[in-house]
């Protein structure tokens, strides 16, 4: 019996075979009202030029869509083996710095150096242009167990599960909607002049650098939901089953970085230095740190530069498709860099892109942009973009800003004027649901 089998060659990929393949979030339609038009865009052009974008956006889409195949396939069959060789080389230079102890000081500094840097860049490739994109269902059409969305889960300590349901379905859904999109200011900082005002965002920015570095747990707290528990919009049942499955994956990538590599260096230990265990623990910290920030900045710069636009709940319902493929234009920007930069980012460079077309392939969004930008002109709107540097100092200057306290008391929201004001929206609400129903009787 054969101890080792040869891996099946994968079956080439058949033209037009994502040609159908569509995991694209759809516009945000009021049920208790589905003949009132959106609002979204008319400062920008007419229902009937929103109409068109939308067409011409729809078919950039499906060109795309029908070009996919097999070069697609290959890279990221290619880019997962990197990122493999990647992972795999760090962690042979993580367990060998300790034979170099005894020739020279900055050898064995050398060598624990690349292995950080090696394993940080693996982390960052299979969070990005990997983890991320596949989830997405990028890939889908492969019918390749490797890349299928509905099973992909990364090395993260946010479980895939909730991961798709807060960015896929809620932040690519509803994205930059007030009291829809969670992910306005992750519910700890104020990013948007419509926010409320509250004590905490005087430390908008330390708190920023604070989740900059253990960002991946700020995620994984983000999935669980607490705040939708304790404010009675998510039922304890599915509070427990969210917090179960966090629990579960903690303990699998707790162990995995900073138990089970830890205690395979321990032989060295003895014939090298007892620390060296503390240094491949201290590695793996070091690395996943290098992958958090990372992750972060990217993050940041594509949603929270000062010009991008938020919505409210109201403006955005019964959108059309054009005016859903308007607000992703408007609620997002874009970093310049060069094909490797954008390669590391998972392509989130292109963030603009991404949302407007978040189950292509990432890898598409660099060409994609030309037709984008094409519309952009003719509609006269604007695309945000600009380098990472600039980027980061328009977050940081916008976090800044909007962590003073306003002088107009109905944005700070422990005022009375505030209380009263959504007071009085909440009972609008009601008044307009009854005045729905009464109709719907009389009907």
């Known amino acids: ?32 009202d589905p003949t009132r038009p959106s609002t979204i865009g008319l400062d920008y052009m007419s229902y009937e030029q929103l109409e068109e974008f939308g067409r011409e956006l729809d078919e950039v889409r499906q060109r795309v869509l029908d070009d996919l195949g097999q070069t697609d396939a290959d890279y990221i069959r290619r880019v997962i083996k990197v990122q493999r060789s990647f992972e795999v080389l760090g962690r042979i230079t993580l367990f060998s710095f300790p034979l170099l102890l005894p020739v020279a000081t900055f050898a064995w500094v050398g060598m624990l150096v690349a292995g950080i840097v090696l394993l940080g860049l693996a982390k960052i490739i ?13 890939y889908d059409w492969m019918n390749d167990p490797l890349v299928d969305g509905k099973r992909y889960e990364w090395d993260n300590v946010a479980p895939a599960s909730e991961w798709k349901h807060g960015h896929n379905y809620i932040h690519h859904t509803y994205t930059n909607i007030h009291g829809m999109d969670r992910d306005i200011g992750y519910n700890m900082f104020r990013i948007d002049s419509d926010q409320p005002w509250y004590p905490s965002h005087r430390f908008n920015l330390p708190l920023a650098f604070i989740l900059m570095l253990v960002f991946e747990w700020g995620v994984m707290y983000h999935g669980v939901e607490l705040d939708e528990y304790l404010s009675g919009r998510l039922s304890k049942k599915e509070f427990q089953a969210r917090k179960k499955r966090a629990y579960a994956k903690i303990r699998r990538q707790v162990f995995k970085d900073y138990a089970l590599f830890p205690l395979l260096s321990l032989p060295l230990a003895f014939v090298t230095a007892w620390w060296v265990p503390l240094a491949v623990l201290g590695a793996n910290v070091v690395a996943n740190i290098i992958r958090n920030i990372w992750t972060f900045l990217v993050i940041f710069c594509g949603h929270f530069p000062a010009e991008v636009e938020t919505f409210q709940e109201e403006d955005a319902k019964n959108e059309t498709r054009g005016q859903w493929y308007l607000r992703q234009i408007l609620g997002s920007a874009n ?11 998972g392509n989130l460079s292109h963030q603009i892109e991404h949302h407007l077309f978040p189950d292509i392939p990432a890898r598409r969004y660099r060409e994609v942009s ?74």
């Open 126 to 138: 299979e969070n990005m242009e990997i983890g991320h994109n596949v989830m997405h269902g990028q």
């Open 335 to 345: 970093i310049s860099g060069t094909p490797l930069f954008h390669v590391l980012t």
């Open 370 to 443: 030309v037709d984008v930008k094409h519309l952009v002109d003719k509609y006269g709107l604007r695309y945000n973009s600009g380098r990472l540097s600039r980027q980061i100092g328009s977050v940081a200057r916008q976090l800044h800003k909007l962590s003073h306290k306003p002088d107009d008391p109905y944005k700070v929201g422990n005022s009375p004027e505030s209380k009263a004001l959504r007071r009085a929206k909440r009972a609008a609400a009601a008044a307009r649901a009854e005045q729905d129903d009464r109709e719907h009787l009389t009907v």
């Open 1 to 32: 019996m054969k101890l080792l089998r040869r891996r099946t060659k994968p079956a080439p990929i058949e033209p037009l075979s994502a040609s159908d393949h569509n995991r694209a979030p759809v516009p945000l339609v009021a049920e208790d």
